[in-house]
T-cell receptor
Framework: AQRVTQPEKLLSVFKGAPVELKCNYS??????LFWYVQYSRQRLQLLLR??SRESIKGFTADLNKGETSFHLKKPFAQEEDSAMYYC??????????FGDGTTLTVKP | GAGVSQTPSNKVTEKGKYVELRCDPI?????LYWYRQSLGQGPEFLIY????????DSGLPNDRFFAVRPEGSVSTLKIQRTERGDSAVYLC??????????????FGPGTRLTVL
Protein backbone atom coordinates (compact mmCIF):
# COMPACT_ATOMS: atom_id res chain seq x y z
CA ALA A 1 0.00 0.00 0.00
CA GLN A 2 1.17 3.53 -0.69
CA ARG A 3 1.72 6.03 2.06
CA VAL A 4 2.78 9.69 2.23
CA THR A 5 4.34 11.16 5.34
CA GLN A 6 4.80 14.83 6.09
CA PRO A 7 6.67 14.85 9.39
CA GLU A 8 6.10 18.51 10.23
CA LYS A 9 2.58 19.64 11.09
CA LEU A 10 3.75 23.23 11.54
CA LEU A 11 6.68 25.13 10.08
CA SER A 12 7.51 28.74 10.76
CA VAL A 13 10.21 30.81 9.05
CA PHE A 14 11.01 34.46 8.64
CA LYS A 15 10.52 36.29 5.37
CA GLY A 16 13.55 35.89 3.14
CA ALA A 17 14.72 32.70 4.83
CA PRO A 18 14.96 29.41 2.97
CA VAL A 19 12.18 26.93 3.52
CA GLU A 20 11.96 23.17 3.06
CA LEU A 21 8.80 21.16 3.55
CA LYS A 22 9.51 17.47 3.91
CA CYS A 23 7.67 14.66 2.21
CA ASN A 24 8.47 10.96 2.31
CA TYR A 25 6.56 8.26 0.53
CA SER A 26 6.38 4.52 0.47
CA UNK A 27 5.66 2.71 -2.77
CA UNK A 28 7.61 0.00 -4.48
CA UNK A 29 7.08 1.18 -8.04
CA UNK A 30 7.49 4.51 -9.83
CA UNK A 31 4.99 6.97 -8.45
CA UNK A 32 3.98 10.39 -9.66
CA LEU A 33 4.45 12.99 -6.91
CA PHE A 34 2.65 16.27 -6.45
CA TRP A 35 2.54 19.24 -4.12
CA TYR A 36 -0.82 20.88 -3.52
CA VAL A 37 -1.37 24.16 -1.67
CA GLN A 38 -4.37 25.59 0.12
CA TYR A 39 -4.30 29.30 0.90
CA SER A 40 -6.58 30.73 3.56
CA ARG A 41 -10.26 30.47 2.54
CA GLN A 42 -9.35 29.07 -0.89
CA ARG A 43 -9.67 25.63 -2.39
CA LEU A 44 -6.95 23.08 -2.75
CA GLN A 45 -4.88 23.65 -5.89
CA LEU A 46 -1.92 22.07 -7.59
CA LEU A 47 1.41 23.78 -6.90
CA LEU A 48 3.74 21.55 -8.86
CA ARG A 49 4.20 17.97 -10.03
CA UNK A 50 7.27 15.88 -10.50
CA UNK A 51 6.44 14.90 -14.07
CA SER A 52 6.58 18.51 -15.25
CA ARG A 53 9.90 19.34 -13.55
CA GLU A 54 8.67 22.89 -13.22
CA SER A 55 9.25 25.70 -10.76
CA ILE A 56 6.14 27.49 -9.57
CA LYS A 57 6.23 30.66 -7.44
CA GLY A 58 9.90 29.96 -6.79
CA PHE A 59 9.22 26.49 -5.37
CA THR A 60 11.00 23.39 -6.60
CA ALA A 61 10.86 19.75 -5.58
CA ASP A 62 13.21 16.94 -6.48
CA LEU A 63 12.23 13.32 -6.44
CA ASN A 64 14.85 11.25 -4.61
CA LYS A 65 14.01 7.63 -5.25
CA GLY A 66 16.82 6.38 -3.04
CA GLU A 67 15.47 8.24 -0.03
CA THR A 68 11.85 8.03 -1.26
CA SER A 69 11.47 11.74 -0.69
CA PHE A 70 9.96 14.68 -2.56
CA HIS A 71 10.83 17.69 -0.43
CA LEU A 72 9.52 21.13 -1.41
CA LYS A 73 12.02 23.97 -1.32
CA LYS A 74 12.15 27.70 -1.79
CA PRO A 75 15.30 29.76 -1.30
CA PHE A 76 13.60 32.94 -0.08
CA ALA A 77 10.21 32.61 1.59
CA GLN A 78 7.59 35.34 1.15
CA GLU A 79 4.68 36.19 3.46
CA GLU A 80 2.22 35.19 0.74
CA ASP A 81 3.64 31.66 0.87
CA SER A 82 1.87 31.15 4.21
CA ALA A 83 -0.55 28.30 3.55
CA MET A 84 -1.24 24.62 4.04
CA TYR A 85 0.87 22.34 1.85
CA TYR A 86 0.02 18.76 0.97
CA CYS A 87 2.27 16.22 -0.68
CA UNK A 88 0.45 13.60 -2.77
CA UNK A 89 1.31 10.44 -4.64
CA UNK A 90 -0.45 8.84 -7.59
CA UNK A 91 0.46 5.33 -8.64
CA UNK A 92 -2.05 4.89 -11.42
CA UNK A 93 -4.77 6.81 -13.06
CA UNK A 94 -7.25 8.18 -10.59
CA UNK A 95 -6.32 7.35 -7.04
CA UNK A 96 -4.13 9.82 -5.17
CA UNK A 97 -2.80 9.43 -1.64
CA PHE A 98 -2.22 12.60 0.36
CA GLY A 99 -0.09 13.37 3.37
CA ASP A 100 -1.62 15.11 6.37
CA GLY A 101 -0.18 18.47 5.40
CA THR A 102 2.22 21.07 6.76
CA THR A 103 1.08 24.53 7.77
CA LEU A 104 3.70 27.03 6.72
CA THR A 105 3.80 30.43 8.37
CA VAL A 106 6.15 33.07 7.00
CA LYS A 107 6.69 35.81 9.55
CA PRO A 108 7.54 39.39 8.51
CA GLY B 1 -14.20 29.36 -16.91
CA ALA B 2 -16.19 27.94 -14.05
CA GLY B 3 -14.35 25.62 -11.71
CA VAL B 4 -15.62 22.59 -9.83
CA SER B 5 -18.65 23.42 -7.72
CA GLN B 6 -20.15 21.53 -4.80
CA THR B 7 -23.50 21.86 -3.08
CA PRO B 8 -24.41 22.35 -0.35
CA SER B 9 -21.42 24.10 1.16
CA ASN B 10 -22.56 23.03 4.62
CA LYS B 11 -24.85 20.23 5.69
CA VAL B 12 -25.95 19.48 9.23
CA THR B 13 -27.89 16.29 9.80
CA GLU B 14 -28.85 13.95 12.58
CA LYS B 15 -27.41 10.54 13.20
CA GLY B 16 -29.20 7.93 11.15
CA LYS B 17 -30.37 10.28 8.40
CA TYR B 18 -29.63 10.04 4.68
CA VAL B 19 -27.65 12.76 2.87
CA GLU B 20 -26.72 13.55 -0.70
CA LEU B 21 -23.77 15.69 -1.70
CA ARG B 22 -23.51 17.05 -5.22
CA CYS B 23 -20.51 17.81 -7.41
CA ASP B 24 -20.45 19.69 -10.72
CA PRO B 25 -17.10 19.09 -12.45
CA ILE B 26 -15.40 21.32 -14.98
CA UNK B 27 -17.16 20.98 -18.32
CA UNK B 28 -15.51 18.39 -20.52
CA UNK B 29 -13.59 16.66 -17.75
CA UNK B 30 -14.12 12.94 -17.98
CA UNK B 31 -12.61 12.00 -14.63
CA LEU B 32 -14.22 12.80 -11.29
CA TYR B 33 -12.97 12.04 -7.79
CA TRP B 34 -14.41 12.13 -4.29
CA TYR B 35 -12.26 12.57 -1.20
CA ARG B 36 -13.04 12.91 2.50
CA GLN B 37 -11.00 15.18 4.73
CA SER B 38 -11.22 14.89 8.49
CA LEU B 39 -9.90 17.58 10.79
CA GLY B 40 -6.13 17.72 10.81
CA GLN B 41 -5.73 15.17 8.05
CA GLY B 42 -5.15 15.20 4.35
CA PRO B 43 -7.77 14.27 1.77
CA GLU B 44 -8.59 10.56 1.78
CA PHE B 45 -9.56 8.95 -1.51
CA LEU B 46 -13.09 7.55 -1.72
CA ILE B 47 -13.99 6.87 -5.35
CA TYR B 48 -12.98 7.75 -8.90
CA UNK B 49 -15.21 7.89 -11.99
CA UNK B 50 -14.11 7.61 -15.58
CA UNK B 51 -17.13 8.84 -17.50
CA UNK B 52 -20.24 7.26 -16.05
CA UNK B 53 -18.57 4.27 -14.45
CA UNK B 54 -16.78 3.95 -11.13
CA UNK B 55 -13.25 2.96 -12.12
CA UNK B 56 -12.04 2.62 -8.53
CA ASP B 57 -14.26 2.59 -5.45
CA SER B 58 -11.70 1.04 -3.13
CA GLY B 59 -11.79 4.02 -0.77
CA LEU B 60 -15.46 3.84 0.15
CA PRO B 61 -15.41 2.92 3.84
CA ASN B 62 -18.50 0.69 3.87
CA ASP B 63 -21.77 0.00 2.07
CA ARG B 64 -23.45 3.05 3.58
CA PHE B 65 -21.51 5.12 1.06
CA PHE B 66 -22.47 5.14 -2.59
CA ALA B 67 -21.79 7.49 -5.50
CA VAL B 68 -23.26 7.87 -8.97
CA ARG B 69 -22.50 9.81 -12.12
CA PRO B 70 -25.31 8.79 -14.47
CA GLU B 71 -24.56 11.09 -17.39
CA GLY B 72 -20.83 11.40 -17.01
CA SER B 73 -20.99 14.93 -15.63
CA VAL B 74 -22.63 15.72 -12.28
CA SER B 75 -21.96 13.27 -9.48
CA THR B 76 -23.80 12.62 -6.24
CA LEU B 77 -22.26 11.07 -3.15
CA LYS B 78 -24.89 9.37 -1.03
CA ILE B 79 -24.51 8.42 2.61
CA GLN B 80 -27.11 6.26 4.32
CA ARG B 81 -27.69 5.97 8.06
CA THR B 82 -25.17 8.68 8.83
CA GLU B 83 -22.93 8.31 11.86
CA ARG B 84 -21.09 10.95 13.87
CA GLY B 85 -17.83 9.62 12.46
CA ASP B 86 -18.94 10.62 8.96
CA SER B 87 -18.51 14.28 9.92
CA ALA B 88 -15.84 15.70 7.62
CA VAL B 89 -15.29 17.90 4.60
CA TYR B 90 -16.14 16.02 1.41
CA LEU B 91 -14.07 17.18 -1.54
CA CYS B 92 -14.75 16.62 -5.19
CA UNK B 93 -12.16 17.00 -7.96
CA UNK B 94 -12.14 16.56 -11.72
CA UNK B 95 -9.45 16.11 -14.34
CA UNK B 96 -9.39 16.11 -18.13
CA UNK B 97 -8.84 12.44 -18.76
CA UNK B 98 -7.84 10.77 -15.51
CA UNK B 99 -5.99 8.25 -17.61
CA UNK B 100 -2.47 9.26 -16.72
CA UNK B 101 -1.07 9.46 -13.23
CA UNK B 102 0.19 12.99 -13.76
CA UNK B 103 -3.21 14.38 -14.73
CA UNK B 104 -3.92 17.56 -12.75
CA UNK B 105 -6.93 17.37 -10.46
CA UNK B 106 -9.01 20.52 -9.95
CA PHE B 107 -10.75 20.66 -6.59
CA GLY B 108 -14.07 22.06 -5.51
CA PRO B 109 -14.59 24.06 -2.32
CA GLY B 110 -15.92 21.07 -0.44
CA THR B 111 -19.07 20.26 1.52
CA ARG B 112 -18.73 20.35 5.28
CA LEU B 113 -20.91 17.57 6.70
CA THR B 114 -21.76 17.60 10.40
CA VAL B 115 -23.62 14.66 11.89
CA LEU B 116 -25.14 15.44 15.29
Amino acid sequence: AQRVTQPEKLLSVFKGAPVELKCNYSYSGSPELFWYVQYSRQRLQLLLRHISRESIKGFTADLNKGETSFHLKKPFAQEEDSAMYYCALSTNAGKSTFGDGTTLTVKP
Amino acid sequence: GAGVSQTPSNKVTEKGKYVELRCDPISGHTALYWYRQSLGQGPEFLIYFQGTGAADDSGLPNDRFFAVRPEGSVSTLKIQRTERGDSAVYLCASSKTGQVAGDEQFFGPGTRLTVL
